[in-house]
């Protein structure tokens, strides 16, 4: 399973208009299906704020939306702990607590995340500055993340 991260979701919708790939978000449309497509509650409430349409057409594909459950809370505050935040002081170019969310989600179900944020080169001293691909990439936390054009190519659909 893969999961969507607002943003990966968002590039696709902007970027991919349905009227003129609909090969593409037909294919979407069956990965969402199959539940090899999933997104979690968190990021899902992104989308329908920034995008309803967008969020009415994954509600309309049948979108596995992940819960919050417990597991995926415990997992969001052992992220925190690992990348330094205290006391809710995120740093402003770093990830944000609805970030953790999403890749807790993601790491709780065992599944690759699909986000568009940029991966950060070079060593970043500071944890708290880590993007959401650093995040993912660090041993205690263990998840496989790409962006979209990636997870398109990835899946060696031809469109």
Not at 85 to 112: C, M, S, T, W
Request: hydrophobic fraction near 50%; include cysteine; glycine fraction near 6%.
């Amino acid at each position: 399973m893969r999961v969507l991260d607002a943003s990966s979701i968002l590039y696709a919708w902007d970027n991919y208009p349905l009227a003129q790939f609909p090969g593409l978000w037909g294919w979407l449309a069956v990965e969402i299906q199959t539940h090899e497509l999933a997104i979690s509650v968190v990021a899902f409430d992104e989308v329908g704020h920034m995008a309803p349409e967008c969020a009415n057409w994954l509600k309309t594909a049948g979108v596995l939306r992940l819960a919050m459950s417990a597991e995926v809370v415990m997992a969001a505050m052992s992220i925190k702990q690992a990348i330094g935040v205290v006391n809710d002081q995120y740093h402003p170019n770093g990830v944000g607590e609805n970030d953790l969310f999403i890749i807790a989600a993601a790491k709780v179900h065992h599944a690759e995340l699909i986000t568009n944020e940029a991966r950060q080169f070079g060593a970043q001293a500071n944890a708290r500055k880590y993007k959401i691909p650093a995040v993912c990439d660090m041993p205690s936390v263990g998840v496989v993340s790409m962006n979209f054009l990636e997870y398109i190519q990835k899946s060696k659909q031809v469109f």
